[in-house]
Structure formats: structure tokens, C-alpha cells
């Protein structure tokens, strides 16, 4: 099968040369006696260009040749002739051939340096593979985003999410390549589980058990409600063995996973290198275009090292994936700058260049209050030591550097108990954690990520204070007792990164089938 | 940080110079005045031989030196110092150190040609980073499968586990590999879905509201049962709306998927070459093996792509991973060829060599027909054509060609819905579909696909019949309206293959956190 990506690559080659291809009509217009097609099989992100010229155009039954082109790895099992040799459609049927529909082109590969494509097939034969109907609904009018969600499973053929979904594949590789090359080991922790470890925001229960008509409520004894903060809150009786679930599948209250990162560092401690990638999920009943039920995320975890190595491996892997995408998905991310952000190739050539700005919390907040102080910028939300930092303080810090900032050493009231309490916070009024979190423009936080708490006696104490020192969260704090050594990991949201990556705004818009409240169709 | 990796791949440049590593002990043994440490970080599978001799090593607290080692990428945010200097540890304290205590250790690299391992460290200076206590679960003593089942969070510290692992992580890449090069588009499919299109075996509920505390029956209204065969039984009314979902999360009854084939064709009719490959999921409630209630498979589906391709591009992609682990994983499988599976790197080498047999259900059944008259071989099942093959068949066949077999277009009343109804069953008393089922020995089926039903009548009628017609499948449908082309694809469970390239007889030994009935720890 030749592909329109192996036209692409080696039309020099081809030229003047007989090549047959299919591929789907993705636009047709014709003019009197000249048809032209543009015609896409998605191996690459331009269509080519089809010239069909009346009487010009071989109207018999398909030659020996095209049959022998499309049965040619025919061997071994193949009992039966399943295309029936087709015949060649005549000018006034490929003329009339509507959007998405399916044909086979035989013709000469001519080049046309003058134009914008450099090479076109001056067709002697065209045959139908299959019809797509008038009411086919990729018209060729530009759809909105809105009416493209409401058919997800046929979105991809348009330019727009076949860019996005090739952007997404390429640097899911990237990201596999980079780790690979590095010799880090890739774990995959479980999808279904009941460490309920973290206490990160809304669980899905797994059972398969009937579910009752009512709804739960935030006390119901077996309510999946974790608390969204992250200390000193009660946890929800959810780990305690209900009655209810012996009859269950796995004879306990199962979730879905909200984060690997607790099982990877198990990992971490056998490989010293490891990351899991894979679908995390959050029941969190609101409808923003940052947040889907499903979504994947990478979390990298590495042994005998602490936060500054973590923060360079996190701008490093950054960079070697932006470069890598604007080198295998060039068509598509000028398509995105053309179409969905001006000066989207500039913003991501640029990261590449800049070395990124690491920065206290303590100091943000200085720098902040000084900033509102002076009235330098206006904030709607002052910002006290021991505040979260608003969306208009990340986007004032991100453009104060005018480049990506890691913001460090947070408050470890408003960080989860597994991050590692600093010993010397210096300068901070209370506690801090060895942690960050990536700020990058338009996108705020991109990556988060912390040095683990290493010491036995204070991360057993402040799972406590969390509520999740629990008998199911015992093998976390063997991880401490059987030889603990720094480790330091972080996690970026793979949507999030394909939205920085593409300037698409919604993350329904870069998931192939996404799931949202009310929404798990497909 | 240098890893035990780095030290391995570049020893003869160290020669006779000073090095600090970081590691566990794995094996320490003394004898008067020279003790002997294993000492491994997991970045390779084989650790690296410490030699402390009394009287030679520095008990002065750590040197400038290793703090510069240990601090080399410090910079920027790093306000704290988290690692005080430690002292030296005393040859006493050294050799009481137990396994899987955590070291930093500074020395000479000696190269020492006649022994098994190429080179050691001749340490002067060792420190401790976390002790591991004397009830530490990992002791000298060959430990039980079984026994290391129960830590699942510890056992990858075994060199079993360590070699099964890394063979998973090198495997998975080789497949990413494999597609990227011929480029596919990685396609992540959904987890959670309502469309129950396939029919195929027990369904995991995904919910936010309470389980009620009763089983459900198999006629259940809200039963999530699905029939396991695959034809013109009855489908349950799953996928009809029902009142107690209105208050779920997605409003309707929600599952984890069984696979991500039919989502991922819709995205082969845009981009020719897709693949997903992630978790899937089946609450069958069956304590064996080979089976898990959550693992991942890899399905490829090709355009404009009929069975004999597919089946060439099965064969390619499964010699290339094999080829491509026995190239990166070279100490684990030797090591799994000695303690695992006899013969092991001998099995998988013969296949890189062998075209793999193709032959149709029908003449397979005629054979083990034949074989059972002439009484060449005794089967405890008789077959016959409309039968599936019992594994006492699959292993007669695999042994009588002595390679992998591709049997092919099986009986349609035994096979799915989407599977292309063949156009010329060649010989066959009854229908066949456009499939197969790749056979190897030891692992039985190892991959299974077909060429899919591409004429949308026929398709709409086989889906009638298996009762999977619904609205939520309307989509799927429209795959063959609008531009219809034939597709190919297929499954292969990655468990399977992982045990295939090991040698590891149980599913539970290859997953990080297996989960099976009652059991989904961690």
C-alpha cells in the first residue's frame, strides 16, 4: 500500500512514475472538463492533489496492474477475493462524489514546482471504495468546536483534530523516548485500586455490585467523598471494610486511581529510575475547559535524588519534548499557529532557549505584596503567606521573568503529607516543603512536583494529621523502613501539555473520546 | 549521580579512578577483616561488587569531595541542605549493615579480568543513608512466588522481579518503537464508556453513587452482566437508560472498557495507522493464571488494510519486539533462561527465524480430525467444525508445524460481530469471518484479530443478531455510511506476550499490582 506520506517523502523519485493510492475526498470541485480532488489517507497532514481531466480518464474495469497493487502481500491464508475488481468510475460520477468519500486513484506523478504542493497525480483511473452520502456531516464549511464534540468519532478527519491528535501521539513518544534513553524503567501502576492514599479530590467507586437510586451524600457511610484539601481534614470511612462490599468484586470499597505515584515510588526504590503513564481519573462535578473525569498523566520518580535534580530533569524533559514535536509535527503545529494561536511556533522555540527561573515561594509572596505595594500591577486577590497563588499572580510571575517559573518551598499546610518538610525553610514563617510547581504563560501549572519525605517518623506523622495513616497505607511507610533514601518525582497532566503544546483552549479538544460530567458517550 | 549503569557501560575508561555511587545492599558477606557488598541501584540488572577492608577505609566524617558529588547539580532554589554530612561508618558497623540497607560509597574502580565480574570497587569510605532492619522481608533465602505476592511493593527488589519488569518496560517500548517508526498514530482510547458494543464477558460498573449492599443477578435490571458469547444471545438492558442513573456522575451506566477497538477504528478511517494501547479490564470471576481483572492490550487497526496484511504486520511487529528485547534486555533474559525457563533465550531466538504458518480453521479442523482417526495423537475433546479449538488442540497444532500458526477464517457463529463475513468460505459447510488467531507454543493464543466487517448492512444485521444494535452503537454504525473501506486489526493481551517473553507462568508475576477477585491491594 503506498501511502500519501510515502508520495510525500519520496516524490523526486516518483516523478512522471504510474503510483496508485487510496485515500478519502476530503474536497472536490470541478469546472467544466476538470475535476480536482484533494485527497487524505491521514499518514500525513497535507492531502495531495488529484487532477482529473474528462476524456482523459480510462473508463474499463480496473487494470491487471491495480489488482496486482492492492493484493500484493495477498499469501499463505488469503482463501478468499474480497474486492471484487471494481469499476472505474466515469467524469461525471467522480464529479458528483461527495466529502469522505472512500476511492482508489491510478495516474502519473507529475511535479509542479510552481504551486504550493510541489508534485500532483494526473489521474487515468478512479474507483469507489466507498460512498459517503450527501448528508455526510463534515460539510465544507468550517464546523465549530461545539458541534465537533457532538461527533467525536468523526472529528479526527478534519484538519483540526487530525493536528491535535498527531501533536498528542508524537509527543506521548517523545516522552517515552526521552525516559528510555535515560534507562528509567516504565511501571505500570494499577488503574483500579484501594489506596486511597492521597485524599486527592473525588473518587469513582469500581464495583460490580447494582449501585443504589439514591445519592450519596458527603457522610453517607460509603461515600466516596475524599476531602479536595490536603491535611488536617478528616478522611471518609471509605477504608474501612463496609459489610456491604463482601459480596464485591475485590471485597472492598475499589476506586479508580487519581495518581500512580505512591505505587511508581515502590518502584523507585527497585530501578532508581521509573515513571508511570497512564489514565487517571477525578469525579469532580465541574464543567471548565480544564477538567476532564479521564484524563493521562505522567509521573517520573527518581532514587538518590532530591529537588533541584527533580527540577532539572522536569525543564529538561519539557524542552527535549517541545523540540521533538516541533521537528515530527511540523505541518500540524503550523496548521495550529496559522489557525488556532498566532505565534504559537514562536512561544515554543522560545521555551527552548530560556533557562528557567527557580523561585522561592516566600520570595513570589514578597514579590507579589511589593508588587500590589507599589502599584506596580493590580491584583483582585491579596495574597498572605500561607495563600494558594491566584490564576492573576501565576500569570503576573510568568510574565515579571517573561519565561516559565518554578516556584519552590511551599507552606506544607496547603501541600500533601508525602512531601519532604524542609529542614532549613529559610526566612519562611512556618513550615515549608521541598516542592514545586512549574509555571509556564497561558497555561499556569503545567508540572508539580516534590522531593518525598524520607524520614519514617515525619511522614508516618503527617499521614496522620492527613487521616490516611490507615492499614492500607501501611506498605507506603515500609517504603521509609526497609533502607529510605531521597526521592523526588513530579507528575505533568498529559492534556495539559498537549493544550501548551497546541494552544487548544479546551481539553475536550485534545482527548480522543473525552469524559466530562454527564458525558461518557462513545 | 553515577549510576551502577554508568560504571558498567564505561568501566575500562575508570580504571584505577576514584568513584561515589549510591546503592542497596543486596548481598553482604565477611570474613575476618574484608567484607564483601553487592551493591545495586537497579540500573542494571547486575550490581557492582564493594570490597572494604579493615584498616583501609576513612572513618573521618565525609570528605569535600563526596559532598561535591553528592551536590553537584544544587543550585538555584536549593535552600535547604537536606543531607547533613554524615560520618564515615566504622568496619563494624559496615559489616553489620543488612541487605537492603541504602549506602554512599567512595572508591577506587579496579578492573579484575579473571573474575565473573569485570570489575569492583575498593571503597575508603562508606555512609549510610537508611538502614533496613533486621525483620526486613527480603532475606538471603530464595523466597516463594507466593510469599513475594504478598509484597508486591518490595518484591521488584528481587532479582526475579527486577528482570521481569525491566523486560516489561524495554517490551513496551519496543512496541511504541515499532509503530512510531512506521508511523501510527498512538491513539489514547477511553477507559470509562457506556458503549457496551462489544458484548464481551463481565463488565465493571464506574460510579459515584452508593453500591447497594446486595449481589447482583445475572437478570438484574441494572446488572452490568454481558453474555460472554458473542452472538444471538440476548443482551442484557444495560445500555438502556435507567431511572438510578439520572443522579450518577455521567448520568448513565458507566463501565470500564473490555476494549479499545471500536473507538480506535474511528480514529483508522482518519489517520490509515492507528494503535491504543492501555488498560482494559473483565470482572470475570475466575481465580487462574492467566487471567486478571485489569491488564493492558495493544490494538492496532490499519486502513485500506485486508486479513493477510494485518497478518503480515502481526508477525513483523511481534519478531521485531522480540528481537528488540533480547538486544536491550540481555542480563534479565539470561538470567530468566537460567532460574525461569530452561531454553528460554533458544525458544525466542528460533522464532526471529521462522515464517509463521497460515492455515484456515477448516483444513485445521480437517487435521486434528485426521490425526485422531489415524490415531497419531490421542485428544481428550473431539472436534468438530463449529467447535472452538480446546489448548490440547492449539498444542498439537504448534507442535505438529513446530512454529507459531495463524489459524484463520473461523466458523462467524463463534466469532464477533464486527468480523468480516467472508465473501468466499473456499471448502467451509457453514459461514467464516476474515480472522485469526495466532498460536504459540507455551502461551496458547497470543494474538488475535480480523479484517472487519466493512459492508454496512451486513454489519447492522450481525449487530441485530448479537443484540448489540443500540443507540449507543449508532456511531460505530457510521463508520461504514460515511466513506466505508476495509480495516484490519488486532489484540494482543501484553501479559501474554511478557509471560511469552520471559518464561513466567503466572499473570500475576508480570504485573506491577495484579488485581483478581478480592484482591486489588495497593
Tied chains: 1, 2.
Excluded at 281 to 301: G, K, Q
Excluded at 304 to 316: H, S, V, Y
Excluded at 347 to 355: A, S, T
Aim: proline share 5%; aromatic share 10%.
Amino acid at each position: 500500500m503506498i501511502t500519501v506520506k510515502d508520495l510525500t517523502d519520496s516524490y523526486k523519485k516518483l516523478k512522471d512514475k504510474e503510483v496508485s493510492l487510496s485515500g478519502f475526498i476530503k474536497l472536490s470541485r470541478h469546472s467544466g472538463s476538470i475535476c480536482f480532488i484533494s485527497l487524505s489517507d491521514g499518514t500525513s497532514f497535507k492531502p495531495v492533489q488529484i487532477v482529473i481531466e474528462e476524456g482523459k480518464i480510462d473508463k474499463s474495469t480496473s487494470t491487471g496492474a491495480d489488482k496486482q497493487a492492492s493484493k500484493k502481500t495477498n499469501k499463505g491464508a488469503d482463501t478468499g477475493a474480497d474486492k471484487t475488481s471494481q469499476s472505474n468510475l466515469s467524469f461525471a460520477d467522480i464529479a458528483k462524489l461527495g466529502g469522505g468519500s472512500a476511492i482508489r486513484v491510478s495516474g502519473k506523478l507529475i511535479l509542479t514546482p510552481k504551486n504550493k504542493q510541489p508534485f500532483e497525480i494526473i489521474a487515468h483511473s478512479v474507483q469507489l471504495i466507498g460512498a459517503s452520502p450527501e448528508h455526510y456531516p463534515l460539510q465544507k464549511k468550517r464546523h465549530s468546536v461545539e458541534f465537533l464534540r457532538e461527533i467525536a468519532h468523526l472529528r479526527p478527519r478534519t484538519n483540526l483534530f487530525s493536528a491535535v491528535f498527531k501533536v498528542r501521539s508524537v509527543a506521548s513518544f517523545a516522552l517515552h523516548k526521552y525516559f528510555n534513553e535515560r534507562n528509567y524503567v516504565y511501571v505500570n501502576t494499577p488503574i483500579i485500586t484501594t489506596s486511597d492514599c492521597e485524599g486527592a479530590g473525588e473518587l469513582f467507586t469500581v464495583t460490580t455490585l447494582p449501585v443504589a437510586s439514591e445519592q450519596r451524600t458527603a457522610n453517607s457511610e460509603q461515600g466516596a467523598e475524599a476531602p479536595n484539601s490536603t491535611t488536617k481534614k478528616s478522611h471518609p470511612s471509605s477504608l474501612i471494610p463496609h459489610p456491604s462490599f463482601e459480596k464485591d468484586f475485590f471485597k472492598e470499597h475499589a476506586y479508580l486511581t487519581v495518581s500512580g505515584q505512591l505505587q511508581v515510588e515502590a518502584y523507585a526504590y527497585a530501578f532508581s529510575k521509573v515513571y508511570t503513564f497512564g489514565p487517571t481519573f477525578r469525579a469532580e462535578n465541574s464543567n471548565t475547559p480544564r477538567h476532564a473525569a479521564e484524563f493521562w498523566m505522567l509521573e517520573p520518580e527518581v532514587a538518590f535524588c532530591e529537588l533541584p535534580q527533580i527540577m532539572d530533569i522536569a525543564e529538561d524533559m519539557l524542552k527535549y519534548t517541545i523540540a521533538y514535536v516541533l521537528e515530527n509535527a511540523k505541518d500540524e503545529l503550523e496548521f495550529l499557529d496559522e489557525f488556532v494561536e498566532k505565534g504559537l511556533l514562536d512561544r515554543l522555540n522560545k521555551i527552548l532557549k530560556q533557562n528557567f527561573v527557580r523561585l522561592p515561594y516566600t520570595e513570589a509572596v514578597a514579590l507579589l505584596q511589593d508588587t500590589a505595594k507599589n502599584k506596580k500591577a493590580k491584583f483582585e486577590n491579596k495574597i498572605e503567606w500561607g495563600d494558594d497563588l491566584a490564576t492573576e499572580h501565576e500569570k503576573f510571575l510568568t510574565a515579571h521573568f517573561e519565561k516559565p517559573v518554578f516556584v519552590t518551598d511551599w507552606p506544607a499546610s496547603i501541600k500533601p503529607f508525602y512531601m519532604k518538610v524542609s529542614a532549613n525553610p529559610s526566612g519562611s514563617p512556618n513550615s515549608v516543603v521541598r516542592n514545586f510547581d512549574l509555571l509556564v504563560n497561558l497555561a499556569g501549572e503545567l508540572i508539580g512536583g516534590s522531593q518525598r519525605e524520607d524520614c519514617y517518623e515525619t511522614l508516618k506523622q503527617r499521614m496522620e494529621q492527613a487521616g490516611v495513616c490507615t492499614i492500607s497505607s501501611k506498605w507506603y511507610l515500609d517504603l521509609r523502613e526497609y533502607g529510605s533514601v531521597p526521592t523526588s518525582g513530579f507528575g505533568i497532566g498529559f492534556e495539559r501539555l498537549i493544550m501548551y503544546l497546541t494552544g487548544v483552549q479546551n481539553i475536550r479538544d485534545v482527548l480522543p473520546f473525552p469524559r466530562t460530567p454527564g458525558n461518557a458517550k462513545y
